[in-house]
């Protein structure tokens, strides 16, 4: 459904706090927006914008030539895909169906097949930013599945992220984007761990992460999720009852490859009771509860 300017007809479903600003940026860029959330009140800034509501994702799907969608947990993603009413059921044929949910690889790749009886493309594309990211336009976008098919959704990706990059077949995306939640499981420790010392020693936190900010400890969490750690900001970019599912992902993976890796134990066990506490919908730079309010030592395995 592409019209006489170039503009296609885009499918977003998932309309949390990255996704609703990701469908804005193809929305924005002069494409056909149609949209499903299992909150519609999520939609309405879109529509109001000139996005079209549907009352399911297959409705969704019929009227688009790419399918986006940005869920929360793989049950969610399986129904959404793989339903007797969902994506796949309801897609034309040449329909790119692309998934940037943090999932399970494993289910990336049977959607892979199973588009592919249906003669769809898919593409699983989990990206990394937070927030941040997804309102600037800078994304990291991990993908995997057919070159080809990454070729003709590449164009959208370039909306929405600054860092875009094909890995190898469906599941590459997962995998690589299970790295990356890996590298931040850990490092999350080590800022909050950081800046706990920093205050304990009586220094001023925010001026001590203004200088190893510059230095070989600096990193994209410590500059921008440090001083949130600081204030007691505990506000969401990127939940942590979802990064705690990435991390149980994760883990099963790497127990499936025979890895053991005791880093990413440690940090599930932390964000495990930082749930546990009633604090699943902090952000993830809410690990530094355990550390101000109960102290370090409170934390060790």
């Not at 997962?174 to 706990?196: C, D, F, G, P």
């Not at 920093?198 to 440090?226: C, H, K, M, Y």
């Not at 495990?272 to 809410?286: C, F, I, K, V, Y």
Request: charged share 20%; net charge negative; with cysteine.
């Amino acid at each position: 459904m592409t019209t006489s300017d170039g503009k296609q007809a885009i499918g977003f479903i998932g309309l949390g706090i990255m996704g609703a600003l990701m469908a804005g940026h193809i929305l924005e860029a002069g494409h056909q927006l149609h949209l499903y959330n299992r909150t519609r009140a999520k939609a309405d800034d879109l529509v109001a914008h000139g996005a079209t509501w549907h009352d399911n994702p297959g409705r969704v799907a019929e009227h688009c030539d790419i399918v986006f969608t940005m869920l929360g947990y793989p049950p969610d993603v399986e129904a959404v895909f793989l339903g007797p009413d969902g994506l796949v059921a309801r897609a034309r044929p040449g329909t790119v169906l692309v998934d940037m949910t943090t999932s399970s690889p494993d289910l990336a790749r049977r959607i892979a097949e199973a588009a592919a009886a249906r003669d769809l493309g898919a593409l699983d594309a989990p990206v990394s930013g937070g927030d941040v990211g997804a309102r600037a336009g800078r994304l990291a976008i991990m993908a995997g599945g057919e070159q080809t098919t990454f070729e003709k959704v590449r164009p959208f990706f370039e909306l929405m992220g600054e860092t875009i990059a094909h890995l190898g077949p469906a599941g590459a995306g997962q995998h690589a984007k299970l790295a990356n939640q890996i590298a931040i499981a850990s490092t999350m420790m080590a800022v909050s761990e950081s800046i706990a010392y920093a205050e304990a020693a009586g220094l001023d936190p925010r001026q001590v992460l203004d200088v190893i900010g510059t230095g070989a400890a600096s990193s994209f969490l410590l500059v921008n999720l440090g001083p949130k750690m600081v204030a007691r900001d505990y506000s969401a970019g990127f939940f942590v009852h979802h990064f705690v599912k990435d991390m149980e992902i994760a883990l099963d993976e790497a127990a499936r490859m025979g890895l053991d890796l005791p880093g990413l134990h440690l940090a599930r066990k932390l964000y495990r009771r930082l749930t546990e506490a009633g604090h699943a919908e902090d952000g993830t730079q809410g690990i530094f509860r355990l550390f101000a309010e109960t102290g370090h030592t409170q934390n060790r395995a």
